[in-house]
């Protein structure tokens, strides 16, 4: 719930006029756990998952020492899959997954660490993926997954930096 309340500022500024409605958290003990409950999806690797259509958000909780960072890096990724939905209804099919993606990467407290290392290496390496490619899906494979979400963050601190939160808030209306 601290997570959740800590969350809320900065989703307001982000993602204006998100209607009132409630969400469930589960919480997995494992990763083995939560890969069980996703593996329909393709993608049994991610670390967190949200259904927004049923109010649900699904993350781990793995190791106890680092739980609470984790908890705060994955809840808020998911709670703005779930508000954007909640703002957008049948128009959140609709938008990029490079969007997506990207805000809720933008509002985790806590980054993912790897993503400076592997987007300043793509750079290097000339081996960065067309956004043109993640507009409906990320690559299957974690590598490139990876390298998609640490894109998509970079665009939207980009974003965020040059147009503000309304900018933001200008291509979610």
Do not use: K
């Amino acid at each position: 719930q601290d997570i959740v309340a800590e969350a809320q500022p900065l989703m307001a500024e982000l993602i204006p006029n998100v209607p009132q409605s409630g969400f469930e958290v589960y919480i997995y003990p494992s990763s083995a756990d939560l890969r069980a409950a996703l593996r329909l999806t393709g993608r049994d690797w991610v670390g967190a998952h949200a259904h927004p259509e049923l109010g649900v958000l699904l993350v781990t909780a793995v190791n106890s020492r680092t739980a609470a960072t984790d908890l705060r890096q994955s809840i808020p990724h998911e709670m703005v899959h779930f508000n954007l939905y909640q703002v957008l209804g049948a128009n959140y099919e609709n938008m990029p997954v490079w969007f997506n993606e990207g805000l809720a990467s933008l509002i985790e407290s806590v980054p993912n660490p790897n993503y400076e290392r592997v987007l300043e290496t793509a750079v290097a390496t000339q081996t960065t993926i067309p956004f043109a490619q993640v507009c409906d899906r990320f690559p299957l494979a974690e590598d490139q997954a990876i390298l998609a979400y640490a894109q998509s963050l970079s665009l939207m601190e980009y974003v965020q930096d040059r147009y503000g939160n309304s900018g933001i808030q200008q291509l979610i209306a």
